[in-house]
């Protein structure tokens, strides 16, 4: 490839991979608050959801008072189907260890 083709190509990938970047932080931040909030909380899901959610719209807000930086109402909503998916994976995983151990006994 050429200078200019790998130039055009990064073009192309760079905000799918930057917003693909900030789902997963925030898959990883929702499964972290899960972990640290299991053992002394009920709805669990749910609250790390809103801490995660939460989080993210403090980080848009901030990036409101920084100079070339946008507070986007879309980036919330990625970084919050991010902290979903997280919250699911960690659902998903429970699930198969409880039928796992249904199975042994």
Not at 22 to 50: M, N
């Amino acid at each position: 490839m050429s200078t200019d083709d790998q130039l055009q190509l990064a073009k192309k990938i760079d905000h799918p991979v930057r917003k693909t970047a900030h789902a997963t932080e925030y898959a990883i931040l929702a499964i972290l608050v899960f972990l640290a909030i299991s053992y002394c909380r009920k709805r669990t899901y749910l609250h790390s959801l809103c801490i995660a959610i939460a989080y993210a719209v403090s980080d848009e807000i901030h990036q409101y008072f920084v100079p070339g930086r946008a507070c986007m109402v879309t980036d919330i909503v990625i970084d919050s189907s991010g902290a979903l998916a997280g919250l699911f994976l960690v659902f998903l995983l429970k699930r198969i260890r409880n039928q796992k151990h249904e199975r042994r006994r």
